[in-house]
């Protein structure tokens, strides 16, 4: 019975020293209670690349508000409990990133905002993001909150990436997953608005999605040459 008892007490010292040695190694990334699903595609767009840079971390995502230390806070300058937007700018995709008491900070005035705040942070962590692609720094061997410190106010309300159609050269030839990229590159870039060049005559001219008709529908006026 001492011997077990003995074995117990080891294990539960083995553990605390385990758990003490690497409570450092979780940083928590904390999202309202309320979030939807732009701001958990945010955390998990955060938590990703945080952990392709830094590999020995463990990034986990949590709703909820806490003030413990070694933590990440995703949210929006609406939400009451969200005090740490420095940034008085309301055009939509504004944000401020922040660290105070070794935590980190992003704040959007909207979920778009929080979004870009989290891919301006990447960028300053050394992502380079293209609409080929994304080129990942080299891993890094300590986490800290020295490089958030960004606040950015777009300087006009719409930012389009336009992609021209009507050429095999082009998105003409894509398939869908070459869109999804399109769009989601796109995003990395800050780019909230995308557009594609279509004539009256192509079906896409005219669309729904999710129950919504396309707006200002311009007739087609076919024209013969003479």
């Known amino acids: 019975m001492k011997k077990i008892v003995k074995n117990l007490v080891l294990f539960v010292i083995c553990m605390v020293c ?3 040695c690497d409570s450092d190694k979780y940083i928590t990334i904390y999202i309202p209670e309320t ?6 595609f945010s955390a998990n767009q955060l938590s990703e690349y945080l952990t392709k840079i830094y590999p020995s971390y463990s990034f986990p995502i949590s709703k909820g508000i806490s003030s413990i230390s070694h933590s990440i806070h995703l949210d929006i300058k ?17 944000f401020s990133i922040s ?3 070794n935590r980190g900070f992003i704040i959007g005035t909207d979920e778009q905002g ?4 989290v891919y301006a942070l990447l960028e300053n962590l050394g992502y380079g993001f293209f609409i080929s692609g994304d080129v990942i720094p080299k891993p890094k061997q300590v986490f800290d909150f020295e490089a958030w410190n960004i606040i950015e106010n777009p300087t006009t309300e719409k930012r389009i ?11 003409t030839g894509w398939d869908l997953e070459h869109w999804k990229k399109w769009i989601e590159q796109s995003a990395k870039l800050r780019f909230n608005t995308i557009m594609v060049h279509a004539y009256g005559n192509n079906p896409m001219e005219t669309f729904s999605h999710n129950g919504i008709e396309k707006k200002n529908r311009l ?3 076919h024209c013969k040459r003479s």
């Open 18 to 20: 385990f758990t003490n």
């Open 161 to 171: 990436n336009f992609n021209w159609h009507n050429f095999i050269s082009g998105c």
């Open 114 to 117: 929080v979004l870009f705040g």
């Open 35 to 40: 979030a939807n699903v732009q701001l958990e």
């Open 99 to 101: 660290n105070k008491e």
């Open 78 to 94: 609406s939400n009451p409990n969200s005090n740490e937007l420095n940034n008085n700018n309301n055009i939509a995709g504004s």
């Open 219 to 221: 007739p087609y006026i």
